[in-house]
């Protein structure tokens, strides 16, 4: 169990002084919480949005760490099954991060003032698009969901991919699939959206160095 939680400490850190910089910022600046969307005000979006990223990554840490150290799920379900049951729940979870970001950025919108933001904004989209090129021909969706956790024994014959994007950096999904989530509170010029974005960007990367670093490690050595 010690394996299981270890470093999580760490992420729940990161997620209250996060968190805690968002509230100081709004406190500073309180047109950030201008605007509505379905009668919702941009607060209920942007704690929705907050919501988003914590929930999917408490979800990846909870199947990724009790498969690998315990196998509690392939045990109960088989290997297949679960690791199919568990990608039916990352991909809402993930979509979400999104979703939510978006209807923020609408209901938000206007509130900063960006030259050609549609353009900027397409300019983030690029190297979102060019990640899930690179996913689809060189790198597969298993591995990007994570089926080390599930097949570590098999997983360790992976070849390194170089190729796509991956030749630029290891770690393209972080470093520049989660510049999409930028590109609505850029076009819509949403302050609170870019905020939001930000935050999403600086967390997964607390996922990166307390929960799959470590399993890397104890996956690949």
């Known amino acids: 169990m010690r394996e299981i939680y270890k470093y999580q400490i760490w992420q729940l850190l990161t997620a209250i002084i996060l968190i805690s910089v968002i509230c ?43 498969e690998l150290y315990r196998q509690t799920y392939s045990k109960k379900y088989g290997t297949e099954l679960a690791f199919k049951m568990y990608k039916n729940g990352f991909t809402p979870l993930i979509l979400a991060r999104l979703i939510t970001i978006i209807f923020l950025a609408v209901a938000n919108h206007g509130t900063l003032d960006i030259p050609y933001s549609f353009w900027i904004g397409i300019l983030f989209l690029i190297p979102a698009a060019y990640l899930g090129y690179s996913v689809v021909n060189y790198f597969g969706f298993d591995r990007a969901y994570g089926i080390d956790h599930f097949k570590p024994e098999e997983a360790r014959s992976y070849e390194i991919v170089r190729k796509g994007i991956f030749k630029f950096t290891s770690n393209g999904m972080y470093m520049f699939g989660f510049l999409l989530l930028y590109a609505p509170g850029i076009m819509l010029e949403s302050s609170a959206a870019i905020l939001i974005a930000l935050f999403n960007h600086i967390f997964i990367w607390a996922h990166y160095y307390f929960t799959e670093l470590p399993d890397m490690k104890k996956i690949y050595g």
């Open 24 to 66: 100081a910022f709004i406190n500073k600046h309180s047109t950030i919480l201008d605007g509505t969307l379905w009668s919702l005000k941009t607060l209920v979006w942007l704690v929705l949005a907050i919501l988003a990223p914590i929930i999917h990554q408490l979800y990846v840490w909870a199947i990724w760490r009790f």
